[in-house]
């Protein structure tokens, strides 16, 4: 799906859409979450994410079930997120943000602490709704998901369909957590699973291979809306 149909889409509120950002594999090279659980979770996580995948549970219980097999301290966490690299074409974005003014949050089904350690190392700020990675005794951690819902289709921690209701947004994502959302969404920028997902779906779309990509046709598209408004 090209620029000249992104810039044909039609809005019909005043209010300028804003941008829902998924982080894991979207802002960061690799998900976060696997990372992190690879390098210290115990082997038992990997049968989790293996019922997780069957579709025995949600994915707030699948990970909330990780967390708990995590054997790190603070530090020892910390330094290993800070070696996890980032798109490189993020700042693009984050300019182009800056530059227009637009409302952009990231929505995360991962760890909060990972995305604002992150965030901070690129000296950058927006609304973060992600799962809270929070220390238990020395070298244990505990998962809180203050933005799940009962009702949520996904059953994750963090339920981006709830997030996409109510004011039109343009959604940046990459995997099954950013499904529910993409319907919600006035139109999608999807990476990998998420754009298969769109395709067979025949949810509106630009398929990316990163976030240079979502640039100059958002960018031509926010423009538009703010010299109509």
């Known amino acids: 799906m090209d620029c000249a149909f992104l810039l044909s889409m039609n809005y019909h509120s005043p209010m300028p859409p804003r941008i829902l950002l998924d982080f894991d594999g979207t802002v960061t090279l690799r998900d976060t ?3 992190v659980l690879e390098e210290f979770a115990l082997p038992e996580w990997h049968d989790v994410e293996a019922e997780w995948e069957a579709g025995l ?5 699948c990970l909330t079930r990780q967390v708990a097999l995590i054997r790190a301290t603070p530090e020892a966490m910390d330094r290993f997120v800070d070696s996890i690299d ?4 993020f700042i693009d974005l984050v300019m182009m943000n800056r530059r227009l003014g637009t ?3 990231i929505v995360s089904d991962g760890f909060e602490r990972s995305v604002r350690r992150i965030m901070r190392r690129l000296d950058f700020s927006c609304p973060v709704r992600a799962n809270m990675l929070l220390p238990v005794d020395r070298d244990r951690w505990t998962l809180l998901s203050p933005h799940s819902k009962d009702d949520c289709r996904s059953k ?3 339920c981006k369909c709830a997030v996409g209701r109510g004011r039109r947004s343009i959604l940046i994502g990459d995997g099954r957590s ?8 006035s139109f999608v920028f999807a990476k990998g ?3 298969d997902h769109c395709e067979a779906e025949g949810i509106p779309h630009m398929r990316i291979r990163h976030l240079g990509d979502v640039v100059v046709p958002l960018a031509r598209r926010l423009t538009l809306l703010a010299e109509a408004a």
């Open 178 to 185: 950013d499904f529910c959302v993409a319907r919600e969404a």
């Open 86 to 89: 980032i798109d490189p074409t």
């Open 57 to 61: 549970f949600g994915s707030r219980e």
């Open 193 to 195: 699973r998420l754009a």
């Open 156 to 158: 994750a921690g963090t």
């Open 103 to 105: 409302d952009l949050e």
């Open 33 to 35: 979450v696997d990372a």
